[in-house]
């Protein structure tokens, strides 16, 4: 076959020159841009809070509704065929894929902003806005960016695995309900084109905020200044990873990497607890965890409708961390459709609403409360830096408390590097399957396509950092969520449709 019919180009080349035509502008005139992106989406925030709220629990409820329903038990493939991954692999993809680094920097530093900016009638600073902070932390990993992050995979995962259409699309999940000439024609291209949009801008955005996770750390450790070149070091370094991870495939590179890091990560908790304030952890985890769950559907349905003019952090950066999030939808759903053959719709489900979550609550637990017992115990000015708008180097501060702090800032950043490179290998692997014209239900993307999918985010991200312009692709991104909420509704409706037609829940299951 010829390669260049690997690739299809009528989605992937509209794609890039649009991203081009978007972000070289808003690089070019950075703070003009940005000041305007932000106040379109500040007005979106005041006038549709409401809706993104009930957003996020009506896509818990979704979930639960297909987990527990008929179509709970139908399973992506041939139902007397094993799961493609164990469990413990299978959950170990889905946390990296699901969580990234992003848990590295929210779990140690999110409780110092609700600290700073809590609730209405808490008191900054104070012991309970400091418990606000860490519940929060543990909200933000919580049930409803899960549900955003798989809800189009059972859709996404029964064409692929059960009806064995070739592309694994949006378009073709959607071709049930709109039939074959929108799917074949201008509407199939755009569902397609936005799909590459928002995981392109996505992924550009991981990369370039990553980065800082790791260079802060790594400057604080040599004694070294933050530079553009130490930014460029550590993302050769990260791509040359991300990229053999992806050319190795799901098997040999993704899974690996995965587990090994799930190993290590929590060999990490364990040293930061035993080594460091391990009691005090432990009650405050349990307090966070408690405030968490007797507060759960307060902080789910916050508008602050009585307390006009003084939205706080928790309002605002949930309905941010939705929109973000849905950006994100796509990309977690293909992929989870892609390695989830073998698996019923249930237990796809529930192992991405409940692994996820239950790491991410446990990661919480740890750096907060080390971060948290830093900040009362030792009086370290953790609050000083997020004014100061430094929150990255308050990381290794707080790391090199803890004995051999300099190994444990070491290993903080190999977790953190490793859960970029999963993040971003799953990422090239999805985009390459996406854009692939080989048959998706029999064959994995072209290990050439996966490496020009890595070359292409690398040159984008690093165009925008050295030129300005990642926080305006940032609300980009946040904006393109709201097509996506559209489209996820329709590919939940999608599935269900396609599993009503097939009467899938009596010839697609598990014999007993």
């Known amino acids: 076959m010829n390669k260049k019919k690997l690739i299809d180009y009528s989605i992937f080349i509209p794609s890039l020159v649009i991203m081009m035509a978007i972000s070289i502008p808003l690089a070019l005139y950075e703070s003009e841009s940005l000041e305007l992106l932000n106040s379109i989406f500040d007005y979106i925030v005041e006038k549709f809070s409401w809706g993104y709220l009930w957003y996020g629990l009506i896509l818990v409820a979704a979930g639960l509704f297909l987990s527990f329903s008929k179509y709970g038990q139908v399973v992506l493939g041939d139902p007397a065929e094993k799961p493609r991954f164990n469990l413990f692999e299978y959950a170990s993809i889905l946390i990296a894929m699901g969580i990234g680094s992003t848990i590295m920097r929210t779990g140690m530093l999110e409780w110092t902003s609700v600290a ?14 400091l418990l606000w902070g860490n519940a929060y932390s543990m909200f933000l990993w919580g049930f409803q960016v899960f549900a955003i992050f798989v809800m189009i995979a ?25 039939g074959d000439k929108f799917t074949d024609g201008i509407g199939g291209k755009v569902l397609d084109v936005i799909f590459l949009i928002s995981i392109l801008a996505g992924a550009a955005v991981t990369l370039g905020l990553g980065a800082p996770i790791i260079t802060h750390n790594l400057s604080s450790l040599l004694g070294l200044e933050v530079t553009f070149g130490m930014t460029l070091i550590v993302t050769i370094v990260w791509v040359i990873m991300f990229s053999i991870s992806a050319y190795l495939g799901v098997e040999k590179g993704i899974k690996r990497l995965s587990t090994f890091n799930m190993y290590l990560a929590g060999l990490f908790a364990l040293f930061i607890v035993v080594a460091g304030p391990g009691v005090f952890i432990l009650d405050y985890f349990t307090e966070s965890v408690s405030l968490l769950l007797t507060n759960y559907l307060d902080i789910s349905l916050n508008t602050e409708s009585v307390t006009p003019g003084e939205t706080t952090h928790i309002q605002s950066n949930t309905v941010f961390w939705f929109a973000y999030s849905a950006t994100w939808a796509m990309l977690h759903s293909v992929f989870a459709a892609k390695i989830s053959k073998g698996r019923t719709i249930k237990e796809m489900i529930l192992t991405y609403f409940m692994a996820p979550s239950l790491i991410s609550w446990i990661a919480t637990g740890v750096l907060g409360g080390l971060g948290v017992h830093r900040y009362l115990i030792d009086d370290m000015p953790i609050l000083d830096f997020v004014q100061d708008n430094e929150p990255m180097a308050a990381i290794p501060e707080i790391l090199s408390t803890l004995p051999l702090g300099g190994a444990a800032i070491v290993i903080f950043i190999i977790v953190a590097l490793i859960f970029l490179t999963t993040t971003l290998d799953s990422t090239t692997y999805t985009v390459a399957a996406y854009t692939s014209t080989r048959n998706m239900s029999k064959f994995e993307p072209p290990k050439m396509l996966r490496i020009i999918i890595a070359a292409v985010i690398t040159t984008f991200s690093l165009l925008l950092m050295r030129i300005g312009g990642l926080a305006p692709l940032e609300v980009i991104s946040g904006l393109m969520g709201i097509p996506i909420i559209f489209i996820q509704f329709i590919l939940i409706y999608a599935a269900k449709r396609m599993m009503d037609q097939d009467k899938a829940w009596k010839h697609n299951v598990r014999k007993d």
């Open 154 to 178: 059972p859709a996404m995962g029964y064409v692929l695995h059960v009806r064995k259409k070739p592309l694994m699309r949006i378009s073709e999940a959607s071709r049930v309900i709109f």
């Open 116 to 129: 700073n900016d809590p609730p209405t009638g808490v008191e900054a600073g104070s012991a309970e806005a």
